[in-house]
């Protein structure tokens, strides 16, 4: 416009070019500042539209006077649409208050830049987080609000994915009662998770340290722990420790703490751990444990059961020994003189056959007790010989030949004698019903029944016993699934003497097993090692 003056004018201007510098000379000027003012503009305007931070100017009605084209394209509209229109309509309903809330702000002090996170709604309805830095200006006709805004939803993405695991993690650890801890040993610096400080109920407030964690130690295990944690602290390597917490109300905790050693960002020794709260895991185990002792009780005296008959006999024949010396030693007192030799003996046969009675009721009484398992050194065959003063008459009863081969110079084991008894017990029991329950055919012979115990060193320290029968045996397919619980193929059967068997066994670090006999039947094997201060010589 500037440039398309009217022809009086450049003469009038003409007219005027008499002084020092000469009118030509003045527009010259005049025109390069235009021209540098208008590529500055130019320049500006560019980077104004294009650079990648979205531009709106909003007068103080919250009308659009202009936008940048990026801000618009951001936003999925052309410039000619959004200007002239309320600024709020590319918010979100619920964040209109807090927008216009910050333009108000923005308004009330002019010249100060303000800044605030809020969500922006696009053409096609799909949101982006944005941070806008805003700033009222005057102008004649009022003031108008600057707002640079950069889009953020990459980084608010990630903040909530942060968060979200966090919050996934804070979750995990109170679920599973997992808390976990940093400590780098040698500065003395702990930090605890939301979990740990629950766990061991701390106020979260409080610093976390060793003395803290040693302070809800229960006593009897402080002294220890404090040791460990000395030793632990010195070296480069993972470790693992249980202990119990005392509360304040004397409730008792029972964690285990595992870490692992790392090297933090100076080369420091630093463990990464967790604590876990197991009061309960440890419960069950000991209740799994007793509901074991008990069914384990609960099969020995079954098993007893079925014997009772054969172990009355047991007990009524010395008893009737008894009765008939002492009617004897009467007679012969009754003698004149009494013949008080025979009187004596049988006095002796009294003796003996009393405490062999005492010892049949003492063998039972321990095999009822309910005692807890204390391991003893235990000569196995010493074992297998009153088991079978107990067996012997249901085992000649059923029709059975009893063959027992001892090993001599056996080691020793460590084991519960009546757990030990138990199995053999069990191991007879089904050896004796599996043979009885063999029907034989009218026209074969009678198959002799026979009862194999035999006892004998184990490689390569230990001691085996085998249980051989001459039964129907077992099909190699069973060799394993008889040893599960509840499996019986006896009417009435409950299943678990086998099962039971090899948990004993097992808890002695030994093994049970079957195999088919050589000819017919079934052996059962146990194998236990040997004491380990009586290896045999
Ligand atoms: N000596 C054996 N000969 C053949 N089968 C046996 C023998 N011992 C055990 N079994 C089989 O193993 C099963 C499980 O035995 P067990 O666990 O003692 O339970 P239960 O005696 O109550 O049946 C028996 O029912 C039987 O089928
Ligand atoms: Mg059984």
């Not at 003409?14 to 320049?43: N, T, W």
């Not at 480069?236 to 790392?262: Q, Y």
Request: one cysteine or more; proline letters at 5%; aromatic letters at 6%.
């Amino acid at each position: 416009m500037k440039r398309a003056r009217p022809a009086a004018a450049r003469r009038a201007g003409a007219r005027l070019a008499s002084g020092p510098i000469g009118e030509g000379q003045k527009v010259d000027d005049r025109k390069r500042a235009e021209d540098a003012l208008r590529e500055s503009e130019a320049h500006w305007r560019e980077v104004f539209e294009h650079n990648p931070v979205m531009y709106f100017m909003v007068d103080d009605k919250g009308v659009v006077i202009s936008v940048n084209a990026f801000g618009a394209a951001q936003l999925g509209y052309e410039v000619s649409e959004l200007v002239g229109k309320p600024v709020l309509g590319v918010f979100l309903d619920e964040d209109r208050p807090f927008v216009l809330r910050n333009m108000a702000v923005c308004l009330e002090n002019p010249g100060q830049p303000h800044n605030w996170e809020v969500r922006k709604i696009r053409k096609n309805g799909t949101v982006l987080w944005v941070r806008e830095n805003a700033k009222a200006v005057k102008r004649a006709n009022g003031f108008l609000v600057l707002v640079a805004c950069e889009d953020i939803t990459e980084r608010r993405r990630t903040e909530d994915a942060l968060r979200q695991s966090e919050m996934y993690l804070a979750e995990a650890q109170r679920l599973s009662r997992t808390g976990s801890f940093g400590w780098r040993a040698a500065k003395g610096e702990l930090v605890w998770s939301a979990e740990t400080f629950r766990i061991f109920e701390c106020d979260p407030t409080l610093k976390p340290s060793v003395e803290l964690a040693l302070e809800r130690t229960h006593p009897d295990d402080r002294n220890f722990l404090r040791q460990f944690l000395k030793g632990v602290a010195r070296e480069d390597k993972d470790w693992e420790v249980d202990h119990r917490l005392l509360m304040p109300d004397g409730r008792v905790k029972d964690v285990r703490a595992v870490a692992h050693a790392v090297r933090d960002d100076e080369g420091g020794l630093e463990f990464i751990g967790a604590v876990m709260d197991v009061t309960d895991l440890r419960k069950a185990a000991q209740e799994l444990h007793n509901a074991r002792a008990e069914l384990a009780h609960v099969t020995r005296v079954t098993a007893l059961g079925e014997l009772s008959a054969a172990i009355a006999h047991e007990v009524n024949q010395p008893i009737a020994a008894i009765v008939t010396d002492a009617r004897a030693a009467l007679n012969w007192l009754a003698h004149e003189p009494p013949e008080l030799e025979e009187v004596r003996q049988a006095l002796y046969r009294i003796g003996k056959q009393g405490s062999r009675a005492a010892d049949v009721i003492g063998r039972i009484r321990d095999l009822v007790k309910k005692a807890p398992m204390s391991k003893v050194a235990v000569d196995i065959n010493e074992a297998v010989r009153e088991v079978l003063a107990l067996t012997r008459g249901e085992i000649s009863s059923s029709g059975a030949t009893l063959r027992m081969s001892l090993a001599e110079d056996l080691p020793l084991v460590q084991a519960d004698r009546v757990q030990l008894q138990q199995v053999l017990l069990n191991l007879i029991v089904n050896a004796l019903q599996a043979m009885a329950g063999e029907v034989q055919g009218p026209d074969e012979p009678p198959e002799p029944r026979e009862l194999r115990i035999t006892t004998a060193h184990a490689e390569p320290s230990g001691v085996r016993v085998s249980v051989q029968d001459s039964g129907p045996g077992l099909p190699p397919s069973l060799m394993d699934r008889i040893f599960a619980p509840f499996y019986s193929t006896k009417p009435g059967g409950l299943g678990m003497g086998l099962s039971i068997c090899r948990s004993i066994i097992e808890a002695h670090d030994g093994r049970l097993w079957a195999t088919a006999g050589e000819h017919r039947g079934a052996v059962f094997h146990f194998v236990v090692p040997a004491a380990p201060w009586s290896q045999s010589s």
